[in-house]
Nanobody, 126 residues
């Protein structure tokens, strides 16, 4: 059974870096089975795709976030990480990691992903 669990600091100040971790169990992130995406949902808004990392470590980002976003993997811990620089209050959201057999560039439909984490709250406030 594949499971994803997001974790993070919960609260950061504007202009700081939001760092989140997705811990994966049930499958090795280094196998060629899944792509690993970060997706967020702000209050009252729809899901927003942020970026993806492949099993080989290649990354792709949403164009409007590319300059501030970094997705990496730690195969020794079986974790996927997200760093979002210079965050703004409007980026307060629930942040999800999700696994899919396809790259799903830009995709947010839940049924395009095989597994989702429960999400972690990321609040940006002074």
């Amino acid at each position: 059974q594949v499971q994803l669990q997001e974790s993070g600091p919960g609260l950061v100040k504007p202009w700081q870096t939001l760092s989140l971790t997705c811990t994966v169990s049930g499958v090795s992130i280094a196998t060629g089975l899944y792509y690993w995406s970060w997706i967020r949902q702000s209050p009252g808004k729809g899901l927003e795709w942020m970026g993806v990392i492949s099993y080989s470590g290649s990354t792709y980002y949403a164009p409007h976030l590319k300059s501030r976003t970094s997705i990496a993997r730690d195969t020794s811990k079986n974790q996927i990480t997200l760093q979002l620089l210079a965050v703004a209050p409007e980026e307060t959201a629930v942040y999800y990691c999700a696994a899919s057999e396809r790259e799903n560039l830009g995709a947010t439909a839940r049924d395009l992903y095989d597994y989702w984490g429960q999400g972690t709250q990321g609040t940006v406030s002074a």
